[in-house]
C-alpha cells in the first residue's frame, strides 16, 4: 500500500488514507500553492491524447492515457481544468494570499460529493495524477464497506478487474496505461471512515518522477515500451499471507481467501487449495490442515521477489538473508520453483 506530503490543504479536510503508500506518491509534490518553476517545452500535443482507447488496437499507444471522468491524464492542468469544470466542478477558492493554484476541485463522483485534488509537474505543468475524497463520513465500517463495494464495482467497469490491496482496506487496479487505487480507512481517534480513490498515469508519472526529491521513498516508474507500462507483477501476497495466519481455522481461511478474490478448489484431509488470475498475474494457495486447524501456507505467484520482500519489511518482518523472515511468532520463506514463480511459505 513512505514519508510523503500531501498538499496542505488536503491534509486538513481528510485523515491519512488506508493506502498511504500509495496516495503519499502521488502527492509527494510541494504545497500547490506554493511558487512554481518555469515550465520547460515537452513537444506532448494536448490535442492528440486519448482517453482509455483500447491499447490492443494501436500499434503505437504514446498519446493513449489513464483516465479521469474521461479525461486524459498527462495533459496541461489548464486544459484539464477546463473539462472538469464543464463536467460541473467548482474550483475551491483558498482564504489568504497564495503564490500558485490549489488545483482542488468540489463536485460530484459516482454519486457523492467529493473533493477531486490535482498532481501537477511543477516542471511542464502536466497533471501526472487526481486523488478523489468521499466527502462523507461513515458511521461504520458496515456502511463505508457498503460504498466501497459500489465505488469497486464502477472503477470495474471503467478501468477492469484489480487485486484486493492492504488486507482488504483497499483494492488496486494497474492497468497499461496507469494505476488506480481505491481505499477507506478509520478515523484515528473515532470509530467512524472516510474513502477514497486515486489514479495515475504511467507515462506522466514517469515524467514527473524525474522532478521529485527522495526518490528512494517513491515507487519507482514502471517501464514504458511504445506507450505502455509493464504488466502487473505484483500483489498484496504478504497482506493475503499475514491474514490467513490471523485466521487459521479451516472457515475461516476459506473466508480470507475468497475476500481476496480466490477461487476455492475441492479441499481435502489434508490441504485446501484456491487460485486467483488476474490477465497474466496468476497466483495460486494451497493450505495445509489437521482437521479444523490451518498449519501452514503455501502461496505461489508470477509475482516481483524484491516487491515482496519490501512488502515483507512493510509488514514488521526481518531478515538477515532475505529467505527467512520473522516477526514474532510468524515466519515467512521465500524461494522459487522450478517455473521461476515466487514461493512464500507461512507458519
Given at each position: 500500500m513512505?514519508k510523503?506530503?500531501?498538499?496542505?490543504f488536503?491534509?486538513?479536510?481528510?485523515?491519512?488514507p488506508?493506502?498511504?503508500q500509495?496516495?503519499?506518491?502521488?502527492?509527494?509534490?510541494?504545497?500547490?500553492?506554493e511558487?512554481?518553476?518555469?515550465?520547460?517545452?515537452?513537444g506532448?500535443d494536448?490535442?492528440a491524447?486519448?482517453?482509455?482507447?483500447?491499447?490492443a488496437?494501436?500499434a503505437d499507444?504514446?498519446?493513449n492515457?489513464?483516465a479521469?471522468m474521461?479525461?486524459?491524464l498527462?495533459i496541461?492542468?489548464?486544459?484539464?481544468?477546463k473539462q472538469?469544470l464543464?463536467?460541473?466542478?467548482t474550483e475551491?477558492?483558498?482564504?489568504?494570499?497564495?503564490?500558485?493554484?490549489?488545483?482542488i476541485?468540489d463536485?460530484e463522483?459516482?454519486?457523492?460529493k467529493?473533493t477531486?485534488?490535482l498532481?501537477?509537474s511543477?516542471q511542464?505543468?502536466?497533471v501526472?495524477?487526481v486523488?478523489v475524497t468521499?466527502n462523507?463520513i461513515?458511521a461504520s465500517?458496515?456502511?463505508?464497506?457498503a460504498?466501497?463495494?459500489?465505488i469497486?464495482?464502477?472503477?470495474?467497469?471503467?478501468?477492469?478487474r484489480?487485486y484486493v490491496?492492504?488486507?482488504?482496506?483497499?483494492?488496486t487496479i494497474?492497468?497499461?496505461?496507469?494505476?488506480?487505487?481505491?481505499?477507506?480507512?478509520r478515523?484515528?481517534l473515532?470509530?467512524?471512515?472516510?474513502m477514497?480513490?486515486?489514479?495515475?498515469?504511467?507515462?506522466a508519472?514517469q515524467m514527473?518522477y524525474q522532478e521529485?526529491?527522495d526518490k528512494e521513498?517513491?515507487?519507482?516508474p514502471r517501464k514504458i515500451d511504445?506507450g505502455?507500462?509493464?504488466a502487473?507483477?505484483?500483489t498484496?501476497l504478504?497482506?493475503?499471507g499475514?491474514?490467513?495466519?490471523?485466521?487459521?481455522?479451516?472457515?475461516?481461511?476459506q473466508?480470507?481467501?475468497?475476500?481476496?478474490d480466490f477461487?476455492l478448489?475441492?479441499?481435502t484431509a489434508?490441504?485446501?487449495?484456491a487460485?486467483f488470475n488476474m490477465?497474466?498475474?496468476q497466483?495460486?494457495?494451497?493450505?495445509?490442515?489437521k482437521k479444523q486447524?490451518i498449519?501452514?501456507i503455501?502461496?505461489?505467484?508470477?509475482d516481483?521477489?524484491e516487491?515482496v520482500?519490501?512488502d515483507?519489511?512493510t509488514y514488521?518482518?526481518t531478515?538477515?538473508?532475505?529467505k527467512?523472515?520473522?516477526?514474532?511468532?510468524?515466519t515467512?520463506?521465500?524461494s522459487?520453483d522450478k517455473q521461476g514463480r515466487?514461493v512464500?511459505?507461512?507458519r
Amino acid at each position: 500500500m513512505k514519508k510523503i506530503i500531501l498538499a496542505i490543504f488536503a491534509l486538513a479536510l481528510i485523515s491519512e488514507p488506508a493506502d498511504a503508500q500509495f496516495l503519499k506518491k502521488l502527492f509527494k509534490k510541494k504545497a500547490k500553492t506554493e511558487k512554481k518553476a518555469s515550465k520547460k517545452t515537452d513537444g506532448i500535443d494536448d490535442e492528440a491524447q486519448v482517453a482509455l482507447a483500447d491499447f490492443a488496437t494501436l500499434a503505437d499507444n504514446t498519446n493513449n492515457r489513464n483516465a479521469f471522468m474521461d479525461i486524459p491524464l498527462g495533459i496541461k492542468a489548464n486544459r484539464f481544468e477546463k473539462q472538469l469544470l464543464e463536467k460541473g466542478f467548482t474550483e475551491r477558492k483558498l482564504e489568504g494570499n497564495h503564490t500558485g493554484k490549489s488545483y482542488i476541485y468540489d463536485g460530484e463522483v459516482y454519486g457523492a460529493k467529493s473533493t477531486v485534488t490535482l498532481a501537477v509537474s511543477d516542471q511542464t505543468d502536466r497533471v501526472y495524477a487526481v486523488d478523489v475524497t468521499d466527502n462523507t463520513i461513515y458511521a461504520s465500517e458496515k456502511e463505508v464497506k457498503a460504498r466501497f463495494s459500489k465505488i469497486k464495482s464502477e472503477l470495474q467497469k471503467v478501468y477492469g478487474r484489480g487485486y484486493v490491496d492492504n488486507q482488504g482496506e483497499a483494492y488496486t487496479i494497474q492497468t497499461r496505461l496507469g494505476t488506480v487505487n481505491l481505499h477507506y480507512e478509520r478515523g484515528s481517534l473515532t470509530s467512524s471512515y472516510t474513502m477514497g480513490f486515486a489514479l495515475d498515469d504511467a507515462k506522466a508519472y514517469q515524467m514527473a518522477y524525474q522532478e521529485m526529491d527522495d526518490k528512494e521513498y517513491e515507487t519507482a516508474p514502471r517501464k514504458i515500451d511504445a506507450g505502455l507500462a509493464a504488466a502487473c507483477n505484483h500483489t498484496d501476497l504478504v497482506g493475503l499471507g499475514v491474514r490467513l495466519l490471523q485466521n487459521r481455522t479451516v472457515k475461516g481461511a476459506q473466508t480470507v481467501l475468497t475476500s481476496y478474490d480466490f477461487t476455492l478448489g475441492k479441499a481435502t484431509a489434508k490441504a485446501i487449495p484456491a487460485s486467483f488470475n488476474m490477465d497474466g498475474y496468476q497466483a495460486t494457495a494451497s493450505l495445509a490442515r489437521k482437521k479444523q486447524a490451518i498449519t501452514a501456507i503455501t502461496l505461489t505467484a508470477t509475482d516481483d521477489a524484491e516487491a515482496v520482500c519490501k512488502d515483507l519489511k512493510t509488514y514488521g518482518f526481518t531478515s538477515v538473508d532475505q529467505k527467512t523472515w520473522r516477526q514474532g511468532k510468524m515466519t515467512a520463506v521465500i524461494s522459487a520453483d522450478k517455473q521461476g514463480r515466487v514461493v512464500i511459505t507461512l507458519r
